[in-house]
């Protein structure tokens, strides 16, 4: 694997200091164009596919495919609008073969510092002209802790497919956020919108729009805070994120396809005759 992509001095400094990293022009705009096409291809088939009841968990709805062993995510305010799928790259070996692009892999392995990654989960934001809504202020780590045992060393490559502003609803950053580890601060309720963050208790103003253009990459760790406005304009803002950990745990899709073994066992368990 070639070294070109690996981090320089003063790139580990900055994700140091500042908890997030873009690199520029990362993926072609040719390259970009292909990685779409497979993404609306998936949402023809969610589009297509018999509907699952869609649940609101917190500031989200949710629709679990167990066919396809993914969760849709639907704009709550859009119903019939998706605004991402997770996980994806079980589903197409095309996106699944860009997580493994050195461009990314070689970042992810050294903010991990770990000799060896491999691709926890990876999710779709599509941000739709006009519909694409709010994604609330929060912090990776929450969501994930009690499902994977590394995931304070799990590192995201966020590639952006379009140009990403302000007006269509880039990423915003709280810079160096992540220094503080898992932050307490969220809303008094109960379940799963408790991982979300009180902004109540927040300087909203310090927030960075991390504008970039088509092809850039943001990478940054489980630990920083960060949110997306809703998209007002009449551009799409899609984005795919690959999400890394270090070698030898099992990927999302993985950990689901044992948690439904072990069901289907004990299912199979309960019906047997008694003797």
């Not at 609306?40 to 018999?50: G, I, N, Q, V």
């Not at 998706?82 to 050294?110: K, N, T």
Request: hydrophobic share 35%.
């Amino acid at each position: 694997m070639s070294q070109s992509y690996r981090l320089s001095a003063t790139e580990r400094k900055q994700l140091n200091e500042d908890g997030f990293l873009v690199r520029e022009h990362v993926f072609t705009r040719e390259e970009c164009r292909r990685m779409i096409d497979h993404i609306e291809a998936l949402e023809r088939d969610l589009l297509a596919a018999k509907r699952k009841e869609k649940h609101v968990v917190g500031s989200y709805m949710f629709e679990i495919q167990q066919e396809m062993q993914a969760v849709v995510k639907w704009e709550p305010e859009f119903p019939d609008v998706i605004q991402g799928l997770e996980p994806f790259a079980h589903l197409s070996p095309a996106l699944d073969s860009w997580a493994r692009d050195p461009r990314l892999w070689e970042v992810a392995r050294d903010m991990i510092g770990e000799p060896e990654i491999g691709l926890f989960t990876e999710k779709t934001t599509n941000k739709r002209a006009h519909t694409g809504g709010h994604i609330i202020l929060h912090q990776d780590y929450p969501y994930w802790r009690n499902q994977n045992p590394v995931a304070h060393k799990v590192i995201t490559a966020m590639i952006q497919l379009d140009d990403a502003d302000r007006e269509n609803g880039c990423l915003e950053v709280l810079p160096a956020s992540h220094r503080d580890g898992w932050n307490r601060v969220t809303k008094k309720v109960d379940g799963f919108g408790a991982n979300e963050l009180d902004v109540d208790e927040f300087d909203l103003t310090k927030l960075v729009p991390v504008e970039s253009g088509a092809g850039s990459v943001i990478f940054f760790g489980s630990f920083l805070i960060h949110r997306s406005l809703p998209n007002r304009s009449n551009r799409d803002r899609r984005a795919l994120l690959y999400s890394y950990q270090p070698g030898g745990y099992p990927s999302g899709v993985e950990m689901n396809r044992l948690f439904a073994k072990r069901q289907a066992e004990e299912h199979a368990k309960v019906k047997e005759p008694a003797e």
